[in-house]
């Protein structure tokens, strides 16, 4: 009897050592990976987790973590200020209706083109210009930048910084969105290393898809009940929707109390990043 006694005892001592052991590993390792989430998200794209109306999203970086680099995905801030961008991977006839929008409400944006984009339709980026608004670097090809090292990385942003100059005749603003929302923090300190900042996002929804654009009421439940003070909002210029909607959504998110700024307007933003080059002039020599 006391065999079995001392031997059940033994096989809880057992158990509770192994038990202790694996609490003890598990805690160790979400004590470990807690401070870099920049890491941990180099696995997959941006992500957004959009938890409580009217707030910001839990995203895969804090501002904390992307400050180190020269980046962002929103303001930390209660004012109801919103800062729009635009993806531009080509043309289809919606970008005009976007200017015409944010020319009508006084809002100044930044759009992020690709080398396609500038060759096809170098008029549109020299209005965006002369309207006031920011042209940024969304990469010449649009790869998974992830892949790549410091030479390979500077190689496929500095070609359209050429294009851009050569279309242009100004040089292009240091403003990079990683293409397809892969980034890595080893993308972000050569983006840095290059005096480039990187701009993610806080506000989007799914209005890439050519064949299955959303309805005008999907595109505001999504963007009216997502929107945050501080947020970056990404729409993309591609979509038949957002042409479509675009003055309608600014009004409704004027009459939320929201009011429109430049990415240049971001706290900590230097005015070297700025555009407004005033002593060059469009040079014509646009690629067709």
């Known amino acids: 009897m006391l065999d079995k006694i001392k031997a059940k005892s033994f096989v809880l001592v057992l158990v509770l050592f192994a038990g ?3 609490v003890g590993r598990f805690t160790a390792q979400v004590v470990a990976t807690g401070g870099i989430g920049i890491q941990r998200a180099a696995d997959g794209n941006w992500g957004l987790s959009f938890q409580e109306e009217g707030q910001p999203p839990v995203a895969n970086a804090t501002f904390e973590e992307l400050a180190k680099y020269d980046a962002y995905y929103a303001e930390n ?3 109801k200020v919103l800062y729009l961008t635009f993806d531009c ?6 970008t005009p209706a976007i200017l015409e929008a944010l020319k009508k409400h006084n809002a100044k944006a930044t759009f992020f083109v690709v080398g396609n984009y500038l060759s096809t339709s170098p008029d549109l980026v020299k209005q965006m210009l002369e309207e006031g608004h920011n042209v940024g670097n969304h990469s010449y090809h649009h790869p998974d930048m ?3 090292g410091k030479e390979e990385f500077a190689k496929e942003l500095g070609e359209l910084e050429q294009l851009y100059e050569q279309t242009t005749g100004k ?3 240091k403003y990079y969105r990683p293409p397809q929302g892969k980034y890595s923090e080893n993308n972000l300190k050569i983006a840095k290393e290059l005096g480039y900042k990187t701009f993610f996002w806080s506000l989007a929804y799914v209005d890439w898809k050519q064949d299955s654009q959303p309805t005008h009421e999907e595109a505001f439940d999504k963007l009216l009940k997502r929107v945050h003070p501080g947020a970056i909002v990404l729409l993309h210029n591609t979509s038949k929707t957002n042409g479509e909607i675009l003055d309608e959504l600014l009004t409704k998110w004027e009459g939320m109390g929201y009011t429109f700024k430049s990415l240049d307007e971001l706290p900590g933003m230097s005015t070297e990043n700025t555009q407004k080059n005033e002593e060059k002039t469009p040079e014509d020599n646009t690629q067709e």
């Open 20 to 22: 202790a052991f694996f």
């Open 77 to 79: 801030t209660k004012d």
């Open 171 to 173: 040089p292009m603003v």
């Open 146 to 148: 992830t892949q790549m």
């Open 89 to 94: 991977g080509f043309e289809n006839g919606n």
